[in-house]
Every structure is written in C-alpha cells, then in structure tokens.
C-alpha cells in the first residue's frame, strides 16, 4: 500500500500522550509502516510547543519530549518544503472560508495542493476537508 497523506498534529500528537489514545490516530501510526506522510512546514514548531508546554505542565518529562522527537524521526513523515510564494494569500483565503486557523489551513492546502487524503482528529478540519470533497484518510 504505497500511499502518501498528510497527517496534521491532532493525530500525531496522540502518540505521545497514553491518555489520549485513539483508534484511528493509533491506525495511521500503524499504516506508516507501508505508507508515508508529508507535513507542511509549520508542523516540527507545533509538535515542539505541545511538548514544551505538557513539560511545563508536568505532563511529560525532559526525556519523554526527546524519547518522542528521536521516534518521529524514525517515521516516513516528510516535510514538504515546496511552498509556493503566493501560498499567503491563498492561506488567508482558504482560513477565512473555512473558519480555520492558520496551522489547519496550512494541513488542508497542502493536502489540496497534493492531491492526496488528510488524516486528522480536528473536527473543523474534517468539516472543511468534506466541503471540498478532500478525502480524509481511511485506516479501516
């Protein structure tokens, strides 16, 4: 099954937390061992900030945040670098039509931009992935 998706940080940052486990966050993690994902840019800051912030939190410890950046390193996950330079604009657009933030729209165009399905736990981005008819990515 050599398929390529997006995964937005709703899912992957389910793998880190043991009270956040879910079945289908749990089922993409799975299907990385045959297929592979791509990010956009932003995604290595988001994931940084939840650790940081569940460290302050005492969610997590110093070494859980490396032990969990050592292992995603280890995933198919790429980061596309291919941000084309009237992307800001199109984000603005695409964020105001579908009442997302930034860092969702960045997940929804790259998605677009790709051709290929969105596997996320973001309700708003669901919603948005089935206004545009973009396939959210089936792990079943």
Not at 34 to 63: C, D, F, K, Q, Y
Not at 91 to 116: C, F, K, P, V
Request: one cysteine or more; a negative charge.
């Amino acid at each position: 099954m050599s398929t390529r998706f997006v995964v937005d940080n709703s899912v992957v940052m389910t793998w880190c937390f043991q009270d956040e486990v879910a079945p289908y966050a749990e089922a993409v993690l799975d299907s990385l061992v045959e297929a592979s994902a791509v990010v956009p840019p932003i995604w290595p800051l988001e994931v940084i900030n939840v650790l940081l912030v569940a460290e302050r939190n005492g969610r997590l410890h110093e070494a859980d945040s490396v032990r969990f950046v050592t292992l995603l390193g280890q995933l198919p996950i790429m980061i596309d670098r291919s941000w084309p330079e009237r992307l800001m604009k199109d984000l603005l657009a695409l964020g105001r039509t579908h009442n997302l933030s930034s860092y969702d729209t960045a997940y929804l165009e790259l998605a677009m931009r790709q051709g290929i399905p969105i596997a996320t736990l973001d309700q708003k981005l669901i919603k948005a992935a089935g206004q545009i008819d973009l396939p959210i990515l089936d792990v079943s």
